[in-house]
């Protein structure tokens, strides 16, 4: 089943530039619309989004400051974990 998240360009800077930097076999399955300015979709199967959300999961937990608040990254990685969610 296909599914359609919608990331800010940040987001999206961030899910290939450094989250799938070394997943190219992840990469190579998303399929990119800019639909605005500050607005990129991503079409994608549902497996390969659970796939997103646990790489988002493993990474989240070295991304906070000295008081458990989550820093830029770890803000953005909670929202692929909520973006990503398929059930």
Not at 19 to 47: C, H, M, P, R, Y
Not at 64 to 76: A, H, Q, R, S, V
Request: aromatic letters at 10%; zero cysteines; hydrophobic letters at 35%.
């Amino acid at each position: 089943m296909k599914i359609k998240v919608n990331l800010t360009k940040e987001e999206y800077n961030y899910l290939i530039n450094s989250l799938l930097k070394n997943n190219k076999e992840i990469l190579s399955q998303l399929a990119f619309t800019e639909e605005n300015n500050d607005l990129i979709s991503v079409e994608l199967e549902a497996g390969v989004a659970d796939d997103i959300r646990e790489l988002a999961g493993d990474e989240v937990g070295l991304h906070f400051d000295e008081n458990y608040e989550p820093t830029k990254e770890g803000w953005i990685l909670e929202h692929f974990i909520d973006k990503f969610y398929t059930k």
